[in-house]
């Protein structure tokens, strides 16, 4: 009975994915979230918060987010050997939102974009011994995905990760040197 709830489960999660999504595909060479914002609605609002870390000299931490009319918001976080981006989609599934983003490109260096969403957990190799792709599924009660976290062992250590909350997916990348 649960192997075929659990196929139930995975099929509806398929029919969701292919439903039509109300957001475009980014332009090709799109490289980041705030990219394929400005491309999809306008900005309407924004905060830039900046502050000098002493224990670097020179160095600035800087937290920039955007809100966007169509709901979109986009966090951008800057600091010492540390980038982050975070994007914020209304109205969309998890899965809706990995095809959506899986060709910008810095999706693309993490988890390339002829690879299908994750529906388990698995480790791979990507190129020298030490470089690793580990992916971590996550289910509700209901054994509906909700979150999917993807490392990448690589120049710098990336991580993917998509969160589904009620009403929107928020998905971080994020890099540390």
């Known amino acids: 009975m649960k192997k075929i709830l659990m ?55 800087e937290l920039i987010k955007i809100y966007y009319a169509n709901g979109i918001t986009v966090t951008n976080l800057s600091e010492h050997e540390y980038q982050s981006e975070t994007i914020t989609i209304p109205n969309i599934s998890i899965q809706q939102a990995y095809y959506l983003v899986q060709d910008i490109i810095q999706v693309r260096e993490i988890y ?18 030490w470089n690793d792709r580990n992916i971590t599924i996550t289910r509700n009660g209901d054994g509906i995905i909700s979150k999917v976290e993807i490392y990448a062992d690589m120049e710098c250590r990336s991580y993917l990760t998509f969160i589904s909350l009620p009403g929107e997916v928020v998905i971080t990348y994020e890099c540390m040197l």
């Open 112 to 129: 390339p974009s002829n690879k299908s969403f994750p529906h388990r957990n698995y480790t791979e190799r990507i190129g020298k011994p």
């Open 7 to 61: 196929l139930l489960l995975f099929c509806i999660q398929t029919l969701a994915s292919a439903q039509e999504m109300h957001y475009p595909k980014p332009e090709p060479g799109t490289h980041s979230f705030n990219e394929y914002a400005a491309q999809v609605s306008n900005p309407i609002d924004s905060l830039n918060l900046s502050k000098e870390r002493k224990k670097y000299t020179g160095y600035i931490s």
